[in-house]
C-alpha cells in the first residue's frame, strides 16, 4: 500500500523583536547593552545614541518601541530629557538604567515620565526581566522601592516624614545636585538651560527647604550629600 505524501512543514515565521533605543554616554556601557539584547529572540537594539540630542536625532529616523536611558549625560539634565521625551512621545515607553540610589530618584524619573527604574548593579536577567515588562504595559521597580511607594501613598505614613530633599522639586533636586558637585551659578545656568537669576531663585528655596543659614551652609551641605549619597534622602 502506497503511503500518502507527507505535507511539507509550514514556515514559521520568526517573532517581531521589539526595538530598544540606547541613551548613554559610556560607549562601553552601550556596547555591553547592546550584545545583552541583541541576543535576546524577542528584542533588539534599533539605534544609540550618547547624550539627548542624540537621541532626538534618533527618534526623527524612527520610533522605536522602548527607550533605555541613562540619567547622567552631557547637555541635558536627566530628568528634563525624561520630560521632553514624555512631552514629544507621549506613550513612548521609557525605562531608566542608572548608577544612581533608586531610593533617591526613582519616584522622580516616574513623574518625569518612565515607566521603570533599575539600577546597573542589578543584573542582566533583571534588565531583561524590566525592559519586558515595561513593553506590556507594566511600571517596573524594584520589589524594595514599590513596597516603600506604596508605603508612601498608604494613609498610615505620618504627615511630614519625607526627607527635606525629596521635598525639593524636580528643578530644585537638579540645582541642588550640581550645586554639590561644585558647579557655579552660571555652569548651572548654561547646563540647565536657566538664566542666572532663576537658579539664585532655586538656592533661595533650597536654602529655605533645608533650613540652611547661607550659600556657604548650601555648598557643604550639597557636596557632602553628593559625596555621601545617603539612601534615606
Known amino acids: ?31 555591553g547593552l547592546r550584545q545583552l539584547i541583541d541576543r535576546q529572540p524577542d528584542l533588539m537594539v534599533s539605534g544609540e545614541a550618547g547624550n539627548p540630542a542624540e537621541a532626538f536625532q534618533q527618534l526623527a529616523r524612527g520610533v522605536p518601541d522602548l527607550i533605555l536611558t541613562d540619567l547622567t549625560m552631557p547637555g541635558r539634565g536627566g530628568l528634563e530629557f525624561l520630560r521632553d521625551l514624555r512631552a514629544a512621545h507621549e506613550r513612548m515607553p521609557i525605562l531608566v538604567v542608572s548608577m544612581h540610589d533608586e531610593g533617591v530618584y526613582a519616584e522622580r524619573a516616574l513623574r518625569a515620565g518612565a515607566r521603570g527604574y533599575i539600577m546597573k548593579e542589578a543584573g542582566g536577567e533583571n534588565l531583561l526581566a524590566a525592559i519586558r515588562r515595561v ?91 553628593v559625596e555621601t549619597r545617603p539612601e534615606g534622602e
Open 1 to 31: 500500500m502506497k503511503r500518502p505524501a507527507e505535507t511539507p512543514p509550514k514556515d514559521v515565521p520568526a517573532p517581531v523583536r521589539k526595538r530598544v533605543l540606547l541613551v548613554d554616554d559610556h560607549p562601553f556601557m552601550r556596547a
Open 135 to 225: 513593553l506590556d504595559g507594566e511600571v517596573y521597580v524594584s520589589a524594595r522601592m514599590s513596597a516603600r511607594i506604596l508605603d508612601a501613598l498608604s494613609a498610615g505614613r505620618p504627615r511630614g516624614s519625607r526627607s527635606p530633599i525629596e521635598q525639593l522639586t524636580d528643578r530644585e533636586f537638579e540645582v541642588f545636585q550640581l550645586i554639590g558637585l561644585g558647579k557655579s551659578t552660571r555652569e548651572i545656568a548654561a547646563e540647565l538651560h536657566l538664566s542666572p537669576k532663576t537658579v539664585d531663585v532655586h538656592r533661595a528655596h533650597i536654602k529655605e527647604k533645608l533650613g540652611l543659614r547661607d550659600v556657604t551652609a548650601l555648598i557643604r551641605h550639597a557636596v557632602r550629600w
